[in-house]
């Protein structure tokens, strides 16, 4: 960023949660089976449980750490998660993840959530 911003973390939590319980709704009232239902319900308590996660980063954002380094926490996480996962459960399981992303990439969702969080210019939080 070049200049210091605010997120509202508060709103953030509140808008975004709200927003997974509408497109978890929609996407319930649309799917066709038991199986479609369990998927839509392991996306919202997935989705709910990043929630948190990502507020996390905002409020680094607006204490004024460095992007570089949350960049790289954020990017550590992740790859973390990725290997974790794949001591656990297996190379295939992986190989499925990856398919799977490629597929989200390519737009290949039924429903998907989008909460704008806009900075204000300002200090620290």
Same mark, same amino acid.
């Given at each position: 960023m070049t200049a210091h911003v605010h997120y509202d973390v508060e709103d953030m939590i509140r808008r975004s949660r709200s927003e997974i319980d509408k497109a978890s709704a929609q996407a319930m009232a649309g799917a066709p089976d038991e199986d479609s239902r369990r998927f839509v319900e392991f996306q919202r308590r997935m989705q709910q449980a990043y929630v948190e996660g990502h507020a996390e980063m905002l409020r680094l954002f607006n204490e004024g750490a460095p992007d570089e380094m949350i960049a790289r926490t954020l +990017?550590?996480? #992740? %790859?973390?998660?990725?290997?974790?996962? @794949?001591? /656990? $459960?297996? *190379? @295939? $399981? #992986? +190989? #499925?993840?990856?398919?799977? /992303?490629?597929?989200?990439?390519?737009?290949?969702? %039924?429903?998907?959530?989008?909460? @704008?969080?806009? *900075?204000v210019p300002g200090g620290r939080a």
């Open positions: +990017a550590l996480i #992740l %790859c973390g998660r990725i290997t974790t996962y @794949e001591k /656990m $459960f297996g *190379p @295939e $399981f #992986l +190989a #499925l993840f990856g398919w799977q /992303m490629q597929r989200v990439r390519s737009g290949n969702v %039924c429903v998907s959530t989008e909460v @704008e969080i806009t *900075p």
